[in-house]
């Protein structure tokens, strides 16, 4: 018994030290860690895949929103009959190894959500370093790639600005809808299904925008705006729910959290502001004379923030 359990001392040290060590590391200096990828389509159908990775010397030791000593990040564009093909296109213009383990912004051109959303979801689906859940906007009246390329003087990353734009829209002001590549897969495949994705806009001119000098300014010239909500069926883009009426579909689906509110009181219009906390939606369906009708009711709670007559 002594013996074995000698043996068993000097086995498990022995396995310790051939075991150890990181087998699959990756070292931090060789690779060009992406943050956000555009995907757009060219008139001869070939895709272009714009990544917009990451400068680590500009942004360490930076403040939020300011500082700093260059750009940020810097993009790289390549274009192929196939996503995969463009991503290893993309190997012959950077001196590291591209990685996409911290991808959180997936910006799909107009064009190519009017085609067919399902081949770029399958790439990303097996990609074994892309995260779904990523977060996913549709290009509205221009292209993916020049909306990466714009500075924003807020954060240092526009992909991190748009992700907390479309969170904090949402989740405020209920016009904008926060969903991530995984959901988009599930609801696309999913019978009766199909999903609704926000949209994202550059106002301004995107030479200007990918200037220094548009963050060096109180009112930056070129701006990015979350811009109405792609409808999507088959997994074709067919048509855009715009801004203004974009709450009022987030609210049948249950989608709006909070939001802000103007109603008449006594002959008066838009006389009391109410800040809504709380929503609660309920969808009937059912037939009035033979033909399907659906009713809708919503409950919401909130307090009132402002007044122009007495109460």
């Avoid at 690779?31 to 159908?45: C, R």
């Avoid at 990451?54 to 990040?73: D, E, K, L, M, Y």
Wanted: hydrophobic share 40%; glycine share 10%; proline share 4%.
């Amino acid at each position: 018994m002594k013996k074995r359990i000698f043996a068993l001392l000097l086995f498990v040290p022995f396995v310790s030290t051939v075991l150890t060590g990181c087998w699959s590391h990756k070292e931090l200096n060789d690779l060009a860690i992406v943050l956000a990828i555009a995907i757009d389509q060219l008139e001869n159908d070939d895709y272009l895949l714009t990544v917009q990775v990451v400068n680590p010397s500009n942004v360490a030791g930076a403040t939020q929103g300011g500082g700093g000593g260059g750009v940020p990040f810097t993009i790289v564009q390549a274009s192929s009959d196939s996503l995969g093909e463009a991503n290893l296109k993309l190997t012959q213009k950077v001196s590291r190894r591209i990685y996409y383990g911290h991808t959180n912004l997936v910006i799909v051109g107009e064009t190519v959500a009017r085609n067919d959303m399902s081949e770029i979801l399958d790439v990303l689906e097996r990609s074994s370093e892309f995260r779904t859940n990523a977060r996913m906007l549709i290009a509205h009246g221009g292209t993916a790639a020049d909306i990466l390329k714009v500075l924003t003087p807020i954060d240092k990353l526009n992909a991190s600005q748009l992700i907390r734009m479309l969170l904090y829209s949402g989740r405020e002001w209920g016009h904008s809808l926060d969903i991530d590549v995984w959901e988009v897969l599930q609801k696309i495949h999913a019978p009766g299904s199909n999903p609704l994705i926000t949209g994202v806009k550059m106002v301004g001119n995107v030479d200007v925008g990918k200037r220094q000098e548009n963050i060096q300014t109180s009112e930056p010239e070129t701006k990015l705006e979350l811009d109405g909500l792609a409808m999507f069926q088959s997994g074709k883009l067919i048509g855009w729910i715009p801004r203004n009426a974009a709450r009022g579909v987030l609210w049948i689906l249950g989608e709006v959290k909070n939001t802000q509110l103007t109603v008449a009181w006594k002959g008066t219009p838009e006389a009391i502001g109410l800040y809504v906390h709380k929503t609660k939606t309920r969808v009937t369906p059912h037939l009035r004379n033979g033909k399907p009708s659906i009713s809708i009711h919503i409950q919401l709670m909130g307090d009132i923030n402002e007044t122009l007559v007495p109460v």
